[in-house]
């Protein structure tokens, strides 16, 4: 089985990075793709460039064996629908492997006003991570389709190529990519929030701090890698 995460990754943290490890060994995936998404559809607009998001997400995931980066996203122009991602995976790896989709719970409940939500269950199954040990009050129609689709054992995950719904209990980190902007704007430090890989490349992103101007967090190395030379980092502090 292979997992899909996809999210806006500006930036990347441990929120992300732990519960995407909980799915992986909980569901035995062969491959967890990070998929940056190009072009929001149900919210703002990233602040990092895309080629910014990438390297973070790169350097995040390089350490863990079977976390890749798919960046099909970013190479696609427009909007990035998840039903369009998931019909080039389908390509790709055929019509037999099964393909999990991971979303969080609150995501879940928005499933059904997603872009042809029917299709990307006719093409990957949902995992939806919640709180360990508590249930989530789902809206009508994630319930509806939850009751109608939920699996109880990974069997039934590996037995189907896409169709159903798994609910996920993972590790709670109150963490957030919006909290740790914020704090980068107000010049505080995030560490220990994301990898010190990612705060390095952060520290060097002038788009996180445009609101104070003031440096965030020390680079431990000095500043010319390909994603610092972009125009935005260049903007005059
Ligand atoms: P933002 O604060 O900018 O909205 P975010 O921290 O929610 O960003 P995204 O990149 O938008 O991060 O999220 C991608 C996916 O990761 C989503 O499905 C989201 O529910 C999940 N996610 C984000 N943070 C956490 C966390 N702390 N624990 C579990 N899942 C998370």
């Given at each position: 089985?292979?997992?899909?995460?996809?999210?806006?990754?500006?930036?990347?943290?441990?929120?992300?990075?732990?519960?995407?490890?909980?799915?992986?060994?909980?569901?035995?995936?062969?491959?967890?793709?990070?998929?940056?998404?190009?072009?929001?559809?149900?919210?703002?607009?990233?602040?990092?460039?895309?080629?910014?998001?990438?390297?973070?997400?790169?350097?995040?995931?390089?350490?863990?064996?079977?976390?890749?980066?798919?960046?099909?996203?970013?190479?696609?122009?427009?909007?990035?629908?998840?039903?369009?991602?998931?019909?080039?995976?389908?390509?790709?790896?055929?019509?037999?492997?099964?393909?999990?989709?991971?979303?969080?719970?609150?995501?879940?409940?928005?499933?059904?006003?997603?872009?042809?939500?029917?299709?990307?269950?006719?093409?990957?199954?949902?995992?939806?991570?919640?709180?360990?040990?508590?249930?989530?009050?789902?809206?009508?129609?994630?319930?509806?389709?939850?009751?109608?689709?939920?699996?109880?054992?990974?069997?039934?995950?590996?037995?189907?190529?896409?169709?159903?719904?798994?609910?996920?209990?993972?590790?709670?980190?109150?963490?957030?990519?919006?909290?740790?902007r914020?704090?980068l704007?107000?010049?505080?430090?995030?560490?220990?929030?994301?990898?010190?890989?990612?705060?390095?490349?952060?520290?060097?992103a002038?788009c996180y701090r445009?609101?104070?101007?003031?440096?965030?967090?020390?680079?431990?190395?000095?500043?010319?890698?390909?994603?610092?030379?972009?125009?935005?980092?260049?903007?005059?502090?």
């Amino acid at each position: 089985m292979i997992g899909v995460f996809g999210g806006t990754f500006d930036p990347i943290h441990f929120g992300h990075l732990r519960t995407a490890l909980d799915v992986y060994e909980a569901l035995g995936l062969r491959e967890l793709r990070f998929v940056p998404l190009n072009v929001a559809v149900h919210r703002a607009q990233p602040v990092a460039s895309p080629e910014q998001r990438l390297e973070m997400v790169r350097v995040a995931v390089a350490q863990q064996p079977g976390f890749v980066v798919d960046e099909r996203e970013l190479r696609r122009q427009g909007r990035s629908y998840t039903v369009d991602t998931l019909r080039g995976l389908r390509r790709e790896l055929g019509d037999t492997q099964p393909l999990c989709l991971l979303i969080g719970a609150d995501a879940f409940n928005g499933f059904p006003d997603w872009h042809r939500p029917g299709e990307i269950l006719g093409l990957a199954h949902l995992v939806v991570m919640q709180r360990p040990g508590t249930a989530a009050r789902y809206a009508d129609e994630a319930r509806v389709e939850l009751q109608r689709r939920r699996a109880m054992r990974v069997s039934q995950l590996r037995s189907a190529p896409a169709g159903r719904i798994w609910l996920q209990g993972v590790t709670q980190l109150a963490i957030s990519s919006t909290e740790i902007r914020r704090m980068l704007a107000a010049g505080r430090s995030p560490r220990f929030l994301l990898p010190d890989a990612v705060l390095d490349l952060v520290g060097r992103a002038v788009c996180y701090r445009r609101q104070t101007g003031r440096p965030v967090a020390a680079p431990t190395q000095p500043v010319g890698s390909e994603i610092s030379r972009r125009p935005t980092d260049l903007t005059p502090e």
